[in-house]
């Protein structure tokens, strides 16, 4: 096994930030055409000593591979403390750095992480609505959806929800 591997394996055992964070700023979802999987960003902003507005903290979910699961790990924990401006010049390379370079076709996982990372920090209005309309009623907390709760409309409409689960056409 090599090196890389070695690290993947040791961030998809014992991840970091995975989990929905009920009292997030901001989410981002972003998909991958080519694999089909999919992957979620909370992100949570504070004022650190200077004033400067920087992310607190990241989580993430995804229905995605080892490699995007390792990579949103160590992202994750990459920025913190970073200001939005300075996690934008992110690339997906860099997000993924604490794990080596990634062959090229595992690249695109390091993309999709990127990708749901900048849906977070540069949110269309419609994500913040979904964002705003997910927090309960009864308390002040707001509660951003899961990726599971984006199925959810579709199977409480009465419309049947049809999952098509398909072979990987790439080794992980
Ligand atoms: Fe699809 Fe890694 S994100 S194979």
Redesign the pocket.
């Known amino acids: 096994m090599s090196d890389l591997q070695k690290r993947i394996q040791d961030a998809v055992s014992h991840p970091k930030n995975l989990g929905e964070m009920v009292d997030a700023d901001s989410v981002g979802t972003a998909g991958?055409e080519?694999?089909g999987?999919m992957l979620r960003m909370w992100v949570k902003f504070k004022e650190d000593a200077s004033g400067r507005r920087v992310i607190d903290r990241a989580t993430f979910q995804t229905f995605?591979?080892e490699?995007?699961i390792a990579v949103a790990s160590v992202a994750t924990e990459l920025l913190s403390g970073k200001t939005v401006q300075e996690a934008l010049e992110m690339s997906g390379n860099d997000l993924a750095a604490p794990l080596g370079a990634l062959p090229p076709m595992?690249i695109?996982?390091a993309q999709?992480v990127e990708s749901a990372l900048r849906s977070a920090l540069e949110p269309s209005p419609a994500a913040q609505t979904v964002l705003a309309e997910s927090a309960p009623q009864t308390t002040s907390a707001p509660r951003s959806p899961t990726l599971r709760d984006s199925f959810t409309p579709a199977a409480e409409s009465g419309r049947p929800l049809r999952m098509v689960f398909k072979s990987p056409t790439?080794a992980e």
């Open positions: 991958s080519g694999c999987d995605g591979c490699t995007a595992k695109h996982c999709l790439k």
